[in-house]
């Protein structure tokens, strides 16, 4: 391109010599100026002025014809600038070929949602890629305003039915749960029915992420789109509280049977399918009955990629001051997207990770606890029935509670986290043949 455009100026100021050198030609030729040797007639006089103007005239023409080249030779050397694409461009080029994915983010009544907007904003890589969409329920006026305040950042949409909802009378303290459920219902239903995206990131307005909570979607994206053993992402660890995870390995990712929320992402084909059974109410624990899940499950981290501030909600704080306030959020950032991720799949995760389990020796509580920090090679603790999982799991600090008789951040029965710097594998027996759903 700058060869081009040298070449086109170098040619600009050979022309404008030459025509100079015609001038000059001019100016000096018989016929033209008189010289003072010259013979003159009578009337040579008369035609001097004549001349003079006629070769000003001549002079004037040829410049503002030189000019006007001059002034395309520009206008073409900036047409070439622009057709070359900057980096700026070419990135942007690239950038093209991700998938828009938006984060939609679930709102009520917490003013507090700044804290979950403010790191959403700071931490995603592209505004085009990932579009924010706040959905807000109760019609709160000060929530309404903090969200109005990110102007033209976020696209704010507004829950249409604020009434309360008829239910039995037994539920009658359970009201919130019916409201969240119809809140998730039109939100997600104006995702993907009215804006038509084709996968969706979903928070609650009591969430905080990580610095690298995008490049964690981004990476795994593609794997649910290939695998149909899954059927969702998931920023949460249900154990992650900093003591049970290996905060030094945060690249570590995990399948998990149990849906854990908390940060989610899904896609559109999976709400085709959800949309028309969606319930009236306490939609999360809906999502974990086998007739949902379908026997699939959801890719989970080592350390939660979100972290809940919000202690005050519809469950009154239920698990909160023992569980979930001690969840450590990542604050290392991990390339997920340079990493080989291929070790998710189905068939490879359970012929690696099975056998690291199950290789791994079995000892009592007893001798964990005795023996922690002498030797940190992992070990195997195993429960053989619904009581003896619930009292080892809480023994151990883990969530003890089953849904659906899958226990919380467990694959095949398995959970697997970090007692005293050893990895343990809380598992059936090898010979395990399924959930059993009396277990909740």
Known sequence: MLKKTSLALGGAALFLAWNGLLLLFLWSRPGGLPSPQT???????????????????DAEAELRLQRDLLLQIQKFSRFQHQKTPKPAQIATTAEAEFPVIPVLVLACDRSSVRRCLDKILRYRPS?????????????HAETARVIASYGQAVAHIRQPDLSDIPVPPEHRKFQGYYKISRHYRWALGQVFRTFRYRAAIVVEDDLEVAPDFFEYFQAVFPLLQRDPSLWCISAWND??????????????????????????LL?????????????????????RQPEQRRGRSCVRPEVSRTMTFGRKGVSHGQFFDQY????????????FTQLDLSYLKKEEYERFFLQQVYSAPEIKIEELQKDAGRDLGAVRLQYRGRDSFKALAKALGLMDDLKSGVPRAGYRGIVSFVCRGRRVFLAPPSDWTGYDPSWS
């Not at 013979?39 to 006629?54: E, F, G, H, I, K």
């Not at 505004?127 to 019609?139: K, L, T």
């Not at 154990?239 to 989610?264: C, I, Q, S």
Request: proline fraction near 10%; aromatic fraction near 14%.
């Open 39 to 57: 013979p003159q007639n009578p009337d040579s006089s008369r035609l001097l002025p004549a001349q003079l103007l006629q070769l000003a005239q």
């Open 127 to 139: 505004a085009r890629r990932f579009p924010v969409i706040v959905s807000q329920d109760c019609g």
């Open 267 to 287: 896609l559109a084909e999976l709400w085709d399918e959800l949309e028309p059974k969606w319930p009236p109410a306490f939609w999360d624990d809906w999502m």
């Open 324 to 335: 979930l306030k001690f969840i450590k959020l990542n604050d290392r950032f991990v390339p």
């Open 239 to 264: 154990n992650g509280k900093e003591a049970m995870v290996d905060a030094g390995h945060a690249e570590l990712l995990y399948r998990t049977d149990f849906f854990p929320g908390l940060g989610w």
